[in-house]
């Protein structure tokens, strides 16, 4: 099977380095310079003390054709737009697209796409892109997929050879799926990229511990969320098993790169707006990232 | 007239500089090894390029005896419980005692000492403290005092010789003044502390603005304050006037030490309680300074 990898970012390029065992990978990325790199070096995965090199393919995305059995479609949120717009000008209608997108923002965007089948995930590994050809995978995790629109039997043939050292599961309900993720991102994400400390640093430190739950109350409020406790002991358990890390959403902060706001604490504000609800502390976070986004390259 | 000033931290040599001029000092510091400095080498004040020493005399804090005409007490508001226990056991009762403290968490600790009159003051001035005897000031502003207890006939010839270049101006409303100041306090130093911005980015970063005013709406709300426009249009000022400044409590997080979020927003949060009102941002940002106190002298 071949598949076409759309993004080269640290997720797209840690999918290309685990899925080029199995399958013969495509990966197509913004810049020809990039494109260049990858065919000559490989992708390098860097977990712990051990690395790996991949071989495997890459184009600039102006070359994407559509003609893979599977495309994975791996940017960011805010970067999905230019994307979708390219899909349904492609030569070839895709068969099977898979996006895997925080937030649920996208879904709505999901639904005016020609395709066959379309999927959805949700990336549970912590990674970073080093180098244009380098990616660092920390600490162990999954990626659940669903269908969204179509059937399963793509997604089933896709995940089976990759269980053991980088498991992708199929869900039943998409919705569930990503709201899951959504609750854990909107909870942590914001936190952690507003005072510029790690996951672990949300339950260590009591008194930002008290933000988080009161912060997790107003998800459940706009939510309506019924099994509260279960979600926040979720939360509480990531932000342990993750206490090291930083978030996506604080590294992209670092980075001076756009974070995902709008696709997480946006989309429960449009949420929260739906219903006539109220939700001060989300939309403080909210504001409080777009401001720090604004602040992107200033020296402070 | 002798002037003891207790503490020497930015705001007391700012104060033990200018008063020198016309007032004899004594200025009573927390070590033995700062008094030592002052009376070697004087306070140095650096206003812009300009530099000025003034002559002082130092003792530690131990050795003060309540005896001069008029103490300034300049301490921080979370330092001010065992000056106030001091106080009550100095040998002589004192005749007139200034308490320069942010917030109004320390009036009610100002009820029980024994003293014949009792000042509050509120101070504009943008200083810090850059070595044991040397304050850099920027910026010109203004202290505001007020009768707490007692008469005022000793605040207005204290106040008279400075009128020029360190206006001391007596107010007759001790309430109304640090309300003023509080309320600016509190909308303008956890966000500056919390973000790690310098006054002005509260109203040049729309994003920033908008979180600014929302808080602002929860502290009309709690104080049942009338007017509204002017206290709001008072704080945009004052982030104008003072953009390049970084806010005393911001300068407190990034030095390591406590700051004062109890007397601001513990105040407004005592009184939100009081009065059965929600204040979420309030107590968001409450607990967001609190817990970046706890992550004092480590490592991010």
């Given at each position: 099977m071949?598949?076409?990898?759309i993004?080269?970012?640290s997720?797209?390029?840690?999918?290309?380095?685990?899925?080029?065992?199995s399958?013969?990978?495509?990966i197509?990325?913004?810049?020809?310079?990039?494109?260049f790199?990858?065919?000559?070096?490989?992708?390098?995965?860097?977990?712990?003390?051990e690395?790996?090199i991949?071989?495997?393919?890459?184009?600039?995305?102006?070359?994407w054709?559509?003609?893979?059995?599977?495309?994975?479609?791996?940017?960011?949120?805010?970067?999905?737009?230019s994307?979708?717009?390219?899909i349904?000008?492609?030569?070839f209608?895709?068969?099977?697209?898979l996006?895997?997108q925080?937030?649920?923002?996208?879904?709505?965007?999901l639904?005016?796409?020609?395709?066959?089948?379309?999927f959805?995930?949700?990336?549970?590994?912590g990674?970073?892109?080093?180098?244009?050809?380098k990616?660092?995978?920390?600490?162990e995790g999954?990626?659940?997929v669903?269908?969204?629109?179509?059937d399963?039997?793509?997604?089933q043939q896709?995940?089976?050879?990759?269980?053991?050292?980088?498991?992708?599961?199929?869900?039943?309900?998409?919705?569930?799926?990503?709201?899951?993720?959504?609750?854990?991102?909107?909870a942590?994400?914001?936190?952690?990229?507003i005072?510029?400390?790690q996951?672990g640093?949300?339950?260590?430190n009591?008194?930002?511990?008290?933000?988080l739950?009161?912060?997790?109350?107003e998800?459940?409020?706009?939510?309506?969320?019924?099994?509260q406790?279960?979600?926040?002991?979720?939360?509480?358990?990531?932000?342990k098993?993750?206490?090291e890390?930083?978030?996506s959403m604080?590294?992209?902060?670092?980075?001076?790169?756009?974070?995902e706001?709008?696709?997480?604490?946006g989309?429960?504000?449009?949420?929260?707006?739906?219903?006539g609800?109220?939700?001060?502390?989300l939309?403080?976070?909210?504001?409080?990232?777009?401001g720090k986004?604004m602040?992107?390259g200033?020296?402070?």
């Amino acid at each position: 099977m071949k598949v076409g990898i759309i993004g080269a970012g640290s997720i797209g390029l840690l999918f290309a380095s685990y899925i080029s065992s199995s399958f013969e990978v495509m990966i197509y990325t913004r810049t020809k310079e990039q494109a260049f790199e990858i065919n000559k070096y490989g992708i390098l995965l860097q977990k712990g003390s051990e690395q790996t090199i991949s071989l495997v393919n890459a184009l600039p995305i102006t070359e994407w054709k559509g003609t893979e059995a599977l495309a994975i479609v791996a940017v960011k949120q805010y970067q999905l737009q230019s994307i979708l717009e390219k899909i349904n000008h492609l030569p070839f209608i895709p068969e099977n697209l898979l996006f895997l997108q925080n937030g649920m923002g996208h879904l709505a965007m999901l639904e005016k796409i020609r395709a066959k089948n379309i999927f959805v995930g949700s990336v549970e590994h912590g990674a970073y892109k080093e180098s244009a050809n380098k990616v660092n995978q920390n600490g162990e995790g999954k990626t659940n997929v669903a269908v969204f629109q179509g059937d399963a039997d793509l997604l089933q043939q896709f995940s089976a050879p990759f269980l053991k050292e980088f498991p992708i599961l199929v869900q039943a309900d998409y919705y569930e799926m990503l709201l899951n993720k959504l609750i854990v991102n909107a909870a942590i994400n914001p936190l952690t990229a507003i005072l510029h400390v790690q996951n672990g640093d949300l339950v260590n430190n009591h008194y930002f511990f008290h933000v988080l739950t009161k912060l997790f109350e107003e998800i459940s409020f706009i939510l309506n969320l019924e099994n509260q406790e279960e979600h926040l002991k979720q939360i509480i358990d990531i932000c342990k098993n993750t206490a090291e890390n930083r978030s996506s959403m604080l590294k992209d902060i670092e980075a001076n790169r756009l974070t995902e706001i709008d696709a997480i604490l946006g989309f429960l504000l449009a949420e929260a707006d739906r219903q006539g609800k109220k939700a001060p502390q989300l939309e403080s976070f909210y504001y409080l990232v777009k401001g720090k986004e604004m602040e992107r390259g200033r020296v402070s």
